[in-house]
């Protein structure tokens, strides 16, 4: 009679989810930081963001995309907190000076959805210290 599956199998997969638990990863470590790092600068969480109600997150910015929508230039930001991304659009602009991958900003605005993404238009924004 077979049972299923054997003991080492049931072992190895037990020995996983445990070690998983003691020691997190560098991904994880890295999105602890960073919802400490901006809930003690008195921001909501990307996650916790209520839909079209003013809001002020915080977050790095991990990349910038240039689109045109309708012949007018939209600069893309994605920002994480380490709870979710949000994209910041800002209709009419090809860059911003000062807002590069990797720089920490808070941003302040109307948190809405494209499909299943988080987005902001046209925020305002503070750039944060360069920390070395």
């Known amino acids: 009679m077979a049972t299923g599956t054997s003991s080492s199998a049931r072992r190895s997969t037990w020995w996983q989810r445990l070690s998983e638990r003691l020691a997190p990863s560098s991904v994880e470590i890295e999105a602890d930081e960073l919802r400490h790092k901006f809930g003690s600068l008195h921001t909501t ?55 590069t991958p990797g720089r920490a900003l808070i941003a302040s605005g109307r948190v809405t959805r494209r499909g299943s993404a988080f987005v902001m238009y046209n925020p305002t924004y503070e750039l944060l210290p360069v920390v070395a």
């Open 45 to 99: 969480l990307i996650a916790d963001a209520p839909l079209a109600v003013g809001v002020r997150v915080g977050g790095t910015v991990r990349s910038l995309i240039l689109r045109c929508r309708s012949q007018v230039p939209a600069l893309e930001v994605e920002l994480y907190d380490g709870t979710d991304v949000l994209t910041l659009v800002f209709l009419g602009r090809r860059a911003i000076r000062g807002i």
